[in-house]
């Protein structure tokens, strides 16, 4: 209505971008955060120790004031990004210039895409992805140099931490496993545009060469079990009926699978026809478990009293594990990563097994 005020309509508030000098608007929601301060750029490139023959992967190139800086240092730059307005964007930064037949642009979920080789690694990422992304890199095979990566400061304090830190958990040991990490330095909030809620931290990840050989899915059940309480001692966490249950459960089974073995090497040899061997040899297996014939496994599966018997006894040779290492008195957030390494063992050679 000419000469009226415009009524403003009351709703929910419609989601706020932040325009770009270029007109590109930034999504929060995406974790687009894009590095404004040249001086802690130059300070990150310097940090990250690139040789003038690397190839270095860019992880959320954004706009190009990182990708500018390192296609400046190194030889070429691989650059992921998800934005098809961004590929745009860096396409026509770097068209025309020096620099374009040293950028590759993918676009594409880093998550799902399959990376090239590359040397070095430096990044300033959508936070959401960094557990993902850390363990995709590191499992990245031929392993490169290190990798420079932007995280929100709490995840990078996790990654970081020393045994009796408030931050240690099972991420600091699953990623110290696999590689050295260092913390580079804090940057503040207000060095990105638009600015994120929290502070955040470059860490210098340097993959381990060689890398410490462990079963995966028998080290990770080993540390979910560990880091179920932390401080806790390992002597209450192992005491409790659940996981004395799921460990006798997996020593049975894995009692059995070698009966079998056995058995199946013990019929080649005297050259006789095992069909049909598999069923009865696994209920063989599980009925001989500590030495005992079937009818008395059957007896104990019936009594309760029994099974609780035979349960303590299993406790008693999980106690013995802890005891032997002097294990029993001491709390996974005080534990560094060569004694996990060494309880594992421990309970390994006892014939328990956590997965």
């Excluded at 638009?194 to 050989?213: A, F, L, N």
């Amino acid at each position: 209505m000419a000469g009226g005020k415009i009524r403003k309509e009351k709703g929910k508030p419609q989601q706020q971008h932040t325009p770009y000098q270029g007109g590109i608007s930034f999504h929060k929601s995406k974790g687009q955060h894009i590095l404004k301060n040249p001086l802690l750029v130059d300070s990150i490139v310097q940090k990250s120790g690139i040789k003038s023959t690397d190839v270095i992967l860019e992880i959320g190139p954004g706009t190009g004031n990182l990708t500018k800086k390192l296609l400046e240092a190194g030889k070429m730059v691989i650059a992921v990004e998800i934005d098809p307005r961004m590929v745009l964007e860096l396409q026509r930064r770097f068209q025309g210039t020096p620099y374009s037949s040293r950028l590759k642009v993918m676009q594409g979920d880093v998550l799902k895409t399959e990376l090239p080789y590359f040397d070095i690694c430096v990044a300033n990422i959508p936070y959401q992805i960094s557990s993902p992304l850390t363990f995709k890199l590191l499992n990245h095979q031929p392993a490169f140099r290190c990798a420079i990566i932007m995280f929100q400061r709490e995840f990078a304090m996790r990654l970081v931490a020393q045994p009796g830190d408030k931050l240690y958990c099972r991420l600091t040991v699953n990623t110290q496993l696999l590689a050295r990490v260092s913390h580079l330095l804090k940057v503040g909030k207000n060095n990105f545009r638009p600015p994120p809620k929290v502070d955040s931290s470059v860490v210098r990840i340097e993959p381990r060469k060689p890398r410490i050989e462990v079963k995966q899915k028998e080290w990770d059940g080993f540390l979910r079990i560990c880091f179920n309480r932390k401080n806790k001692t390992l002597g209450s966490i192992f005491r409790q009926k659940n996981v004395i249950s799921l460990l006798e459960k997996n020593y049975k089974t894995v009692q059995s699978l070698k009966l079998s073995q056995e058995g199946l090497t013990e019929q080649n040899d005297m050259k006789m026809d095992f069909s049909g061997f598999g069923n009865s040899t696994e209920d063989q297996g599980m009925g001989m478990d500590n030495g005992l014939d079937e009818d008395d496994e059957m007896e104990i599966e019936g009594g309760d009293g029994d099974a609780e018997e035979v349960q303590s006894e299993f406790k008693d040779k999980v106690m013995g594990v802890l005891k032997e290492g002097d294990f029993e008195e001491k709390r996974s957030s005080k534990l560094s990563l060569q004694e996990f390494l060494y309880l594992l063992s421990l309970f390994n050679k006892a014939g328990i097994h956590f997965s």
